[in-house]
């Protein structure tokens, strides 16, 4: 989505978490404190480059309601995306090695949705199953619809 966003022209920031955690501050674990200090530091970066930029992108796992974002950040458009992915997905991906050999066994013992408790955002804007099929099973039109709506 961000890559389309570029091709249409606009300027386009992607704060993945774990890409600012690495690079900036990686004084943190994963427990849900951590986590939350974490969302708190993309949020505050999200709120510098929102002055810069058409977009900005985060990309990570959030505790917080839809709400929490206009009141906090300041944000008028928020869109929110629950992505639901097998646990197939998740080991086979496995990119940062989060998940070991299988769920749960690996260098992060704090997964959401698998030995952490998440909070599952009930009314996200769209919803991408990430299975082993490929990619994202809601158009990039339709996602560029509501994100231009807002």
């Not at 408790?117 to 199953?129: A, L, Q, Y």
Request: proline share 4%; glycine share 8%; charged share 25%.
């Amino acid at each position: 989505m961000v890559a389309e966003l570029r091709m249409d022209a606009h300027s386009v920031v992607l704060l993945d978490g774990d890409d600012v955690r690495d690079a900036l501050l990686n004084d943190l674990a994963f427990s849900e404190a951590d986590r939350s200090v974490q969302f708190e530091r993309l949020l505050g970066l999200a709120a510098l480059l929102n002055n810069q930029v058409e977009f900005v992108v985060v990309c990570a796992v959030s505790f917080f309601e839809r709400s929490f974002f206009s009141k906090s950040g300041g944000f008028e458009r928020v869109v929110v995306v629950r992505i639901d992915a097998t646990q197939e997905a998740l080991t086979f991906r496995n990119q940062r090695g989060l998940y070991g050999s299988g769920l749960g066994d690996g260098p992060a013992p704090n997964l959401p949705g698998v030995n952490q408790k998440w909070m599952r955002p009930e009314r996200p804007d769209f919803i991408f199953h990430a299975d082993l099929s490929g990619g994202p099973d809601v158009s990039s039109a339709d996602f560029k619809a509501v994100l231009y709506s807002r």
